[in-house]
Nanobody, 125 residues
Framework: VQLVESGGGLVQAGGSLRVSCAAS????????MGWFRQAAGKERVFVAA????????YYVDSVKGRFTISRDNAKNTVYLQMTSLKPEDTAVYYC???????????????????WGQGTQVTVSS
């Protein structure tokens, strides 16, 4: 599976942005998809994940109520809709794929099999 993110950019605090991740391969619909982010000089951290069917989602507390993860299996694409953006949301956003939706390990980067190259999101104050 190859993953390509897009949609990043510069937005003012309080604004909205949607990032997308297009996947290649016919098995996209069988993967749990996740979004992570990495701010400059910091480690990569979990943001959100969605099960293969889209029926289950999981968010880090800091984005609950502001970010929404969704997927369109017909288009092999997963989205992260971000609203009420804050300067601390500034980071490179990565999508990732894994074979299981296991909440206990959902936030661990090492449990994801495939990664995209990332897209920069910058929120100005």
């Amino acid at each position: 599976v190859q993953l390509v993110e897009s949609g990043g950019g510069l937005v003012q605090a309080g604004g909205s942005l949607r990032v997308s991740c297009a996947a290649s391969g016919r098995t996209f619909s069988s993967y749990t998809m996740g979004w992570f982010r990495q701010a400059a000089g910091k480690e990569r951290v979990f943001v959100a994940a969605i099960s293969w069917s889209g029926g289950n989602t999981y968010y880090v507390d800091s984005v609950k109520g502001r970010f929404t993860i969704s997927r369109d299996n017909a288009k092999n694409t997963v989205y992260l809709q971000m609203t009420s953006l804050k300067p601390e949301d500034t980071a490179v956003y990565y999508c990732a794929a894994r074979s299981r939706f296991t909440i206990a390990t959902m936030t661990l980067t090492g449990t994801y099999d495939y990664w995209g190259q990332g897209t920069q999101v910058t929120v100005s104050s």
